[in-house]
Every structure is written in C-alpha cells, then in structure tokens.
C-alpha cells in the first residue's frame, strides 16, 4: 500500500522557517522524482519544488534562494526547508512522487497546513 504522510506544518511568524518532512512507503523510493506542491484558498496547486531520482533540483520562481528541497533514500523521506516566509506562502502543501518508466505512476500525500501569520 502507497503512503505518502506530510508532516511538519503549521503558524509560523512572517519571516519565520518551518521544516516539511514527507515519509514515503510501499514503493521503491529512490527511482521516484520527489516533488511538493502547494494549493492556497481559491488557487490552483502549484509547483514549488522538485528533486529528481538523480539527484536535480528545480524550485519555483516564487520561492528560489528561500526553499531547499531535499531526500534521503535510506529513510524514504523528502523534506522541504523553508525560509523567509511570507503570508503568500500560506497554503496546503502536499507532497508528490512520480515516475515514468517502466510505467507512470502518481501518488500523492494528503497535504499539511502552513500558515504564515502574525
């Protein structure tokens, strides 16, 4: 059974960081680019970040030089360091693993709150 569980949301003070951790389980982690989107009131989800299975990162323009995202294959986690927060960051971030070949495959987590508020 695929699991993807998002942890690590919550207030944060504009300016203030937060840490997302995502745990992944029942497939094989490392052949995964790893990904977290975010979806605000009213908004579509949206990209903010991705890391391949080879290790490439690629970011938003809205959060370049203020989020890093990251993975660790041993434990089946990707993280998302976030930095500088503003109200616009505010949203449910959900975290994303896909693959391509032999077949696609898309699984999603069920998302976690981030709220930037003072």
């Known amino acids: 059974q695929v699991q993807l569980v998002e942890s690590g949301g919550g207030l944060v003070q504009p300016g203030g960081s937060l840490t997302l951790s995502c745990a992944a389980s029942?497939?094989?982690?490392?052949?995964?680019?790893m990904s977290w989107y975010r979806q605000a009131p009213g908004k579509e989800r949206e990209s903010v970040a991705t890391?391949?299975?080879?290790?490439?990162?690629t970011n938003a323009d809205s959060v370049k030089g203020r989020f890093t995202i990251s993975r660790d294959n041993a434990k089946y986690t990707v993280y998302l360091q976030m930095n500088s927060l503003t109200p616009e960051d505010t949203a449910v971030y959900y975290c994303?693993?896909?693959?391509?070949?032999?077949?696609?495959?898309?699984?999603w987590g069920q998302g976690t709150q981030v709220t930037v508020s003072s």
């Open positions: 994303n693993a896909q693959r391509y070949v032999p077949l696609k495959r898309d699984y």
């Open positions: 029942g497939f094989t982690f490392r052949f995964y680019d």
């Open positions: 890391i391949t299975s080879a290790g490439s990162r």
